[in-house]
């Protein structure tokens, strides 16, 4: 897929067909259709922990990696699972002790933060890509200055300040029931109003989902689309228990 420029978002790399139905998007959207929310939950199953223990654990902060449309509203809210190792679902890792990705050792944004819970978190954001899908839709328009607006607004002002996390909190809670269905056919919920909810989980993907709207708001300011546009994200994150 050509939202990121990563290795973190394991499996969608692989699925022409997820890369079609997100390359059809002329923008980010703030909803999830049937099609996605599937392949989510399909995805969320098989991060589930083999081996979990009968006790409820909190689940490791996944790496805050952006991505275009999976990570815009209801998916915030979607993540915050106490039964999911969710960074195994990235394939990354928030520890304190993790290096650095070469690209994030001179990022275009660094972005800090505190949890609910008493943790902080350094977000890095950068390694800014332009590759539009040449089979896109008839009309959906693509334009390489977006990868530059997309650079200006990272390494210009303070974007935790400007991002609106409480909204996107608010905005995550609203959206439809999320849930992981087991083997059997049963479905466990997860998310907010759930047994299986972590605050720090749903503010850690609420920082990453507020800097991103705000970013398409700068970036469809200027009359210009976000499609073909990417860019990765790494943190490091202390004060959690995982």
């Known amino acids: 897929m050509n939202t990121t420029n990563t290795d973190g978002l394991r499996g969608l790399d692989e699925d022409p067909d997820l890369d079609r139905m997100l390359g059809a998007a002329a923008r980010p959207s703030t909803g999830l259709t049937p099609e996605v929310r599937s392949r989510l939950a399909a995805m969320a199953e098989s991060a589930m922990a083999p081996d979990r223990p009968s006790h409820r654990r909190r689940a490791a902060l996944a790496a805050a990696v952006l991505a275009p449309v999976l990570l815009v509203g209801g998916a915030g809210a979607a993540f915050a699972a106490t039964m999911v190792d969710w960074s195994q679902f990235w394939g990354t890792s928030t520890s304190a002790t993790t ?144």
């Not at 977006?146 to 809670?173: K, P, W």
């Not at 507020?210 to 469809?220: D, F, K, L, P």
């Not at 009359?223 to 790494?234: F, T």
């Open 99 to 242: 290096e650095w990705q070469a690209w994030a050792e001179d990022p275009d944004a660094i972005v800090t933060y505190s949890l609910p819970g008493g943790g902080a978190c350094e977000l890095r954001l950068g390694d800014v890509t332009y590759s539009p899908d040449p089979a896109r839709p008839d009309g959906v328009e693509a334009d390489p200055r977006s990868a530059d607006a997309v650079r200006d607004y990272l390494r210009a002002g303070d974007l935790f300040t400007e991002a609106d996390v409480e909204n996107a909190i608010v905005s995550g809670r609203v959206v439809d029931e999320n849930f992981i269905e087991e083997d059997d056919g049963s479905r466990t919920r997860f998310g907010y109003g759930t047994e299986n909810y972590d605050a720090d989980v749903e503010y850690n993907m609420a920082v990453t989902s507020a800097i991103q709207n705000r970013m398409t708001e700068y970036v469809e300011g200027r009359g210009l689309p976000m499609v073909g546009v990417g860019w990765s994200g790494q943190e490091k994150c202390t004060g959690v228990d995982e």
